[in-house]
């Protein structure tokens, strides 16, 4: 499947998800971002809602827009073979820069204190795809390694020196 007819896809599932929902929004294309893995980006704009619904729509630490997200992914792909399969990363009102960012510094504060106590450092309450963030931001720390310690919901990202 071309890229173009995914992005077409994504859009009209988000818009229709959300019209449902009693939030009319438009939907946007964005490149992914360098520090994003490559995805087809959607993007809602924020224009048409109200600060709560942008709060709604974003949930406690992203949870709602993580599980928008997750449910596009799931349904969307849904019968595909795994070579016409793709990702597809939802935001609002730049939050997945702003976590991003944040992921970045406790990343890097974990790998200083790695360095700096000798010992392992786990973080506790990350979402799979910012564990996975955290994996790929630490990957350029060639003295670290990480692994998933755990099950869900109590999955923890582990940072220790190799």
Known sequence: MDTTNREQRGQQWLQELLQLAGLPAKISFEASPSFW????WLVIDQAGLTPEQIETLTGSDGSVL???QYLGNTILNLGLEPDEQGAFTVDLAGYRSRRYAELREIAENAADLVREAGKEVELKSLSAAERRQVHTILKEHTDLETYSRGQEP???LVVRLL
Do not use: G, V
């Open 37 to 40: 893995e490559d995805s087809c």
């Open 66 to 68: 993580d599980s928008i």
């Open 154 to 156: 109590d999955r923890r």
